[in-house]
């Protein structure tokens, strides 16, 4: 499932142009809904808290995508990415392998502008 929530703007750092970021939140209140099933039928749900780190570095190929017809202008680095994750409720914890064991298959840092911010 997809989940947003507000993060605090002290939590992310980013530069584009260096090619990294970070993204720490701690203890983050979210819903255990157990499945899809549950949730998209509206079920019973628990309380819980996630807390990760996420580093965005190894900065590579840059480039830019630019659309004048649909009003839209990116410009990316590819990256490297690792995380290390938590979750936890009531009688249960999940803790993944520390972030140093991460594999990072694609990652890419960008700013874009589209629509009236074109």
């Known amino acids: 499932m997809f989940w947003t929530t507000l993060i605090p703007t002290d939590a992310i750092s980013v530069n584009v142009a260096a090619g990294t970021a970070r993204l720490c939140l701690t203890d983050s209140f979210i819903i255990d809904a157990h499945d899809v099933v549950n949730a998209l039928t509206r079920g019973p749900v628990d309380q819980a808290s996630v807390s990760f780190v996420v580093h965005w570095e190894n900065p590579g190929d840059t480039g830019n995508v630019h659309d004048e017809s649909n009003r839209f202008d990116l410009n990316f680095v590819n990256t490297s990415s690792r995380i290390e994750w938590s979750a936890t409720k009531q009688g249960f914890k999940f803790v993944s392998?520390?972030?140093?064991?991460?594999?990072?298959?694609?990652a890419e840092l960008g700013s874009e502008r589209n629509g009236v911010f074109f």
């Open 97 to 106: 392998d520390p972030s140093t064991t991460s594999v990072s298959d694609f």
